[in-house]
């Protein structure tokens, strides 16, 4: 399968490479910026002090792949994230983690990392990550704590350069992993098929000016849940037939939600949008940190990254062997 250029390059072509080159100008101006504030360190994932890695101390997991402590400072915020990659196949999707408290993602981005090679950039905000609190980062040197899913702005270069360091010159694609919480906020909805409630964000069954869904027809598994879905950007003049694999996802019978970015909150998401970058978010409904609960969530959004990967991994330096290690 091919890179599918003349899609990309049209009808809003000449605008989405400008964006892609500002953002990739951006991104390599903060790396340059960067070194010399950043500590990058190996790491020993059957020994190192975290809950993540404590959950998967089996050497065989991390065969082939190297694992690295990145630190860095930006203004008043001291961030912590773990790299690993794929050493025998680097070449691959950037898989990003940015809630330390979901903890079935980083199961599932160490199975893609392995699977589909590429690099996994993981926001670590502690060793341990069993509540809601892990979700923040809190070395803020008094200020509040911080969303690490609410800080890719340009006037943050650090950061996003940072969690996005492995982009590439052709930039990879992105996969994002979060899990939710159950059904949505119902004050939140925006048209009559909204239907249900509860305390979540994120939800097949909520639509608004932002969120168009797409639901699956059959509703089999893994998209019987509603929380469990493909999220994708798209920026309004682009329309969201521009939304990255989006046709066909929805003609495999995903869940499949497309986000209209007007004004971005500081999500990857929408950052990626407004920079022109291949991206795709796979969200699953959070089923705790026992090993039953990470392993039902994790399976669900496996399912949903090898699917999108057999359909879409037509991308530059990604070719669709899955390694034979899984
Ligand atoms: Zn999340």
């Known amino acids: 399968m091919r890179f599918r250029d003349d899609r990309a390059l049209r009808p809003n072509g000449w605008r989405r490479v400008v964006a892609i080159m500002v953002g990739m100008a951006a991104l390599l101006a903060g790396v340059a910026l960067s070194f010399a504030s950043s500590a990058f360190e190996p790491v020993d994932p059957l020994t190192v002090i975290d809950d993540d890695f404590a ?47 979901e903890n079935a993602t ?41 969303d690490p899913n609410r800080n890719f702005r340009d006037s943050l270069p650090l950061y996003a350069s940072h969690v996005l360091a492995d982009l590439g010159p052709r930039p990879r694609l992105i996969v994002a992993l979060h899990t939710n919480a159950p059904g949505f906020d119902a004050a939140l909805a925006g048209c009559a098929k909204a239907t249900g409630g509860g305390s979540g964000e994120i939800s097949i069954r909520l639509c608004n000016a932002r969120f168009q869904p797409s639901p699956s027809l059959s509703r089999r598994w893994p998209f019987d849940d509603d929380d469990n879905l493909a999220l994708i950007p798209y920026l309004p003049d682009a329309g969201g ?67 999108m990967m057999e359909r879409c991994g037509d991308v530059p330096e990604v070719d669709l062997r899955r390694l034979a290690s899984r």
Not at 62 to 82: H, I, K, Y
Not at 116 to 142: E, K, L, Q
Request: hydrophobic residues 40%; positive net charge.
């Open 106 to 146: 980083f199961s599932a981005a160490l199975d893609a990392v392995r699977s589909w090679g590429g690099v996994a950039m993981v926001v670590d905000t502690g060793p341990v990550d069993g509540s809601y609190r892990a979700r923040f980062n809190r070395d803020t040197t008094g200020s509040p704590p911080i």
């Open 241 to 307: 037939q521009s939304a990255w694999c989006g046709d066909r996802l929805v003609k495999a019978d995903f869940n499949v939600v497309f986000e209209r970015v007007v004004k971005s909150d500081g999500s990857l998401s929408n950052y990626a949008a407004q920079h022109g970058l291949r991206y795709i978010n796979f969200e699953t409904r959070d089923l705790g940190s026992s090993p039953a609960g990470i392993a039902a969530a994790k399976a669900r959004l496996v399912h949903m990254i090898d699917a």
């Open 55 to 101: 959950r998967h101390r089996d050497p065989a997991l991390w065969t082939g792949l190297s694992v690295s402590r990145v630190m860095f400072s930006e203004g008043a915020t001291t961030w912590r994230l773990w790299r690993i990659a794929n050493v025998s196949r680097p070449d691959g999707p950037l898989w990003v983690v940015t809630h330390d408290n």
